[in-house]
C-alpha cells in the first residue's frame, strides 16, 4: 500500500527500528526491494534520487514504483530522494511520488529555509511529506579532513524543523555517500543530543558501508530512517561478475541478480529491526 513517512516514521521512532529507504533505477532493484518487503513484512521507502536519474530517468522508473506500491502488501513509501532542483521535485509529485527529500544544504541558510518551506507547502497540498536536511553528508571518496564543522547541531535541527515544517530531518553526524575509503568516525553524543531536542523523525543518508554496530548505534539513539543504495549495487555487481565468469545466459543472470539484490535488503531490514512491523 501507498504510505507517506508519516505513516511510518514515527512509529519506528518509538519503537526504536529504522525503516529503510533503497533507492532504485530500474526494475531489477524494484522487484528486490519489494519481494524483500514482502517476504519479512517490513514497511520500507523505495526510490530513486535526483543523482540517479540519468541512469533511470524519472518517467520511466517512477509508473513501475507507483504500480508495485499500490500492489504491494506491505507499507511502502514512494520517495524522491536529494531532490535538487525545484521543477525536479514538483515532476515527481505530479507522478504520484507519496514523499520528496528536498535537499538545500549546498545553499546558504536562507536560501535553504526558503526554498524548503516552498516545497513543504507544495508538497503537503499533495498529501506528500517532505525530509529536509540541515548540516553537509559528505563523499565518502573524498580525502579531506575533519569535517565536524559542517555536522548538525541541536539548535541547527529545531531552528530548521520550526522555521520549515519538514516531516523528517536528515542530519549530518560523521557519515559520508559512496563507498568507504576509511572507516568513518560517527558522532553518536551529538545524534542523541538532536533526538532529545526533537520529536521529528532523524535520518541517517550515506549508510552503505556502515559497520553493523554503527546501524545498531544510530537506531538505538533515534535515526528512524537509513539510506542504502551502494551496497546494492555492489550486490547487484557480484551477480552479474559470478554469473559472466560462469557464461550464464542474460535472463538467468538477470535472476541472479535480482535474488543477491534481494538478500542484501533482507539483511539490512533484518538488521535495522523492521521485520514484521508491517
Not at 500500500?1 to 513517512?5: A, G, K, P, Q, R
Not at 518509538?14 to 525503516?19: L, P, R, S, T
Not at 550515506?206 to 545498531?216: M, R
Given at each position: 500500500?501507498?504510505?507517506?513517512?508519516n505513516?511510518?516514521?514515527?512509529?519506528a521512532r518509538?519503537?526504536?527500528?529504522?525503516?529503510g529507504?533503497?533507492?532504485?533505477?530500474d526494475?531489477?532493484?524494484l522487484?528486490?526491494?519489494?519481494e524483500?518487503?514482502?517476504?519479512?513484512?517490513?514497511?520500507?521507502?523505495?526510490?530513486?534520487?535526483?543523482?540517479?536519474?540519468?541512469?533511470?530517468e524519472?518517467?520511466?522508473?517512477?509508473?513501475?514504483?507507483?504500480?508495485?506500491a499500490?500492489a504491494?502488501?506491505?507499507p511502502?513509501?514512494m520517495?524522491?530522494?536529494h531532490?535538487l532542483?525545484f521543477?525536479?521535485?514538483?515532476?515527481?509529485?505530479?507522478?504520484?511520488?507519496?514523499?520528496?527529500?528536498?535537499?538545500?544544504?549546498i545553499?546558504?541558510y536562507?536560501?535553504?529555509i526558503?526554498?524548503?518551506?516552498?516545497?513543504?507547502k507544495?508538497?503537503?497540498s499533495?498529501?506528500?511529506s517532505?525530509?529536509?536536511?540541515?548540516?553537509?553528508?559528505?563523499?565518502?571518496?573524498s580525502?579531506?579532513?575533519?569535517?565536524?564543522?559542517?555536522?548538525?547541531?541541536?539548535?541547527?535541527?529545531?531552528?530548521?524543523?520550526a522555521?520549515?515544517?519538514?516531516?523528517?530531518?536528515?542530519?549530518?553526524?560523521?557519515t559520508?555517500?559512496?563507498?568507504?575509503?576509511?572507516?568513518p568516525?560517527?558522532?553518536?553524543?551529538?545524534?542523541?543530543?538532536?533526538?532529545?531536542?526533537?520529536?521529528?523523525?532523524?535520518?541517517?543518508h550515506?549508510?552503505?558501508?556502515?559497520?553493523?554496530?554503527?546501524?545498531?548505534t544510530?537506531?538505538?539513539?533515534?535515526?528512524?530512517?537509513?539510506n542504502?543504495?551502494?551496497?546494492?549495487?555492489?550486490?547487484?555487481?557480484?551477480?552479474m561478475?559470478?554469473?559472466?565468469?560462469?557464461?550464464?545466459?542474460?535472463?538467468a543472470?538477470?535472476?541472479c541478480?535480482?535474488?543477491?539484490?534481494?538478500?542484501?535488503?533482507?539483511?539490512?531490514?533484518?538488521?535495522?529491526?523492521?521485520?514484521?512491523?508491517?
Open positions: 500500500m501507498l504510505v507517506t513517512l505513516d511510518v516514521l514515527p512509529k518509538d519503537g526504536h527500528y529504522a525503516v529507504l533503497f533507492n532504485t533505477t526494475t531489477d532493484m522487484q528486490a526491494v519489494i524483500a518487503a514482502e517476504e519479512t513484512r517490513s514497511p520500507v521507502i523505495i526510490g530513486t534520487a535526483e543523482v540517479l536519474l540519468p541512469y533511470g524519472l518517467q520511466l522508473i517512477a509508473p513501475a514504483i507507483l504500480a508495485r499500490k504491494a502488501s506491505v511502502v513509501v520517495h524522491y530522494d531532490g532542483t521543477d525536479r521535485c514538483i515532476e515527481a509529485l505530479k507522478l504520484g511520488f507519496s514523499s520528496i527529500m528536498f535537499d538545500g544544504s545553499h546558504e536562507s536560501e535553504n526558503a526554498q524548503t518551506r516552498e516545497i513543504v507544495i508538497a503537503h499533495f498529501g506528500a517532505v525530509e529536509g536536511e540541515i548540516g553537509h553528508v559528505g563523499n565518502a571518496d580525502d579531506d579532513g575533519d569535517d565536524s564543522a559542517l555536522y548538525t547541531t541541536p539548535k541547527q535541527a529545531l531552528d530548521y524543523i522555521d520549515t515544517g519538514v516531516d523528517a530531518l536528515a542530519i549530518a553526524i560523521g559520508a555517500h559512496g563507498a568507504y575509503k576509511k572507516k568516525k560517527l558522532d553518536f553524543v551529538r545524534l542523541q543530543e538532536i533526538r532529545q531536542a526533537t520529536e521529528t523523525p532523524l535520518v541517517l550515506g549508510g552503505s558501508g556502515l559497520t553493523d554496530l554503527d546501524f545498531k544510530a537506531i538505538k539513539d533515534g535515526i528512524a530512517k537509513m542504502i543504495f551502494t551496497d546494492l549495487c555492489l550486490a547487484g555487481e557480484r551477480a561478475k559470478k554469473c559472466s565468469e560462469e557464461g550464464i545466459g542474460y535472463l543472470a538477470r535472476n541478480k535480482v535474488e543477491e539484490i534481494k538478500k542484501e535488503v533482507i539483511k539490512k531490514m533484518t538488521l535495522f529491526g523492521s521485520v514484521g512491523k508491517a
